[in-house]
């Protein structure tokens, strides 16, 4: 069974730039998690989608942060415009429903620089 | 508000020998806790979890017992190997309406031969 993927792996932009982050899930996974990793910390949930409708968005910081889940599959993150603290890996993880009964696949990040 | 606390690193250890990385929460109601580990250059894996008081979870030798009257979760190996470095985060879910994990800060782990 093929994991959670992001693309791209690395990025480095200047700061006021514009990023996006793409995720594609595990195939048949309703639920899809983003997750902030700055380093030094533990991963923070930014935002929580259900199947294409958003459930958790409450530490997403809207003025800058967008994402989306169209036809409920692969999703994308975007910054604009980016800020030096946005320095960190940016996580996607996937499980079959919202419930804690069930397993986050984790992929392995992208790792964003601002600079 | 819901939280994770675990000893910071790095953890040095020589192979064989007994490892504990502390981790305590806090929680209104009954989180399930998990322990996920990420190896270099790797995401996140879950090791183990425990959904209710006094479970053990227990995953490639590594175990840990949820513990309401503590609120203690820490992650215990008899014989670390090499293989097992790799950086450990404690994390708990409320089980609300959400799945979200929230996460310690993360523990270093290295073994040396």
């Known amino acids: 069974e093929a994991g959670v993927a992001q693309s791209p792996r690395y990025k480095i932009i200047e700061k006021r730039q514009s990023v996006a982050f793409w995720c594609n899930p595990i195939?048949?996974?309703?639920?899809l998690y983003w997750y902030q990793q700055i380093l030094g910390q533990g991963p923070k949930l930014l935002i929580q989608?259900?199947?294409?409708?958003?459930?958790?968005d409450s530490q997403l910081p809207k003025d800058r942060f967008s994402a989306e889940r169209l036809k409920g599959v692969d999703s994308t993150l975007k910054i604009q415009p980016a800020k030096l603290e946005d320095s960190a890996v940016y996580l996607c993880?996937?499980?079959?429903?919202?419930?804690?009964?069930?397993?986050?696949?984790f992929g392995p990040g992208t790792r964003l620089t601002v600079t | 508000g819901n939280s994770v606390t675990q000893m910071e690193g790095p953890v040095t250890l020589s192979e064989e020998a007994f490892l504990t990385i502390n981790c305590t929460y806090t929680?209104?109601?009954?989180?399930?806790l998990f322990w996920y580990v990420q190896y270099p250059g790797e995401g996140l894996q879950l090791l183990l979890k425990?959904?209710?008081?006094?479970d053990k979870g227990s995953n490639k030798g590594f175990e840990a017992t949820y513990r309401k009257e503590t609120t203690s979760f820490h992650l215990e190996k008899g014989s670390v190997q090499v293989s097992d470095s790799a950086v450990y985060f404690c994390?708990?879910?409320?089980?609300?309406?959400?799945?979200?994990?929230?996460f310690g800060t993360g523990t270093l782990l290295a073994v040396q031969p």
């Open positions: 993880a996937s499980s079959l429903a919202g419930s804690s009964s069930y397993e986050q696949y």
């Open positions: 994390a708990l879910s409320d089980g609300g309406a959400t799945n979200k994990l929230i």
């Open positions: 425990a959904t209710k008081a006094d």
């Open positions: 989608f259900q199947n294409n409708g958003v459930v958790d």
């Open positions: 195939s048949g996974h309703a639920t």
């Open positions: 929680a209104t109601g009954y989180p399930s």
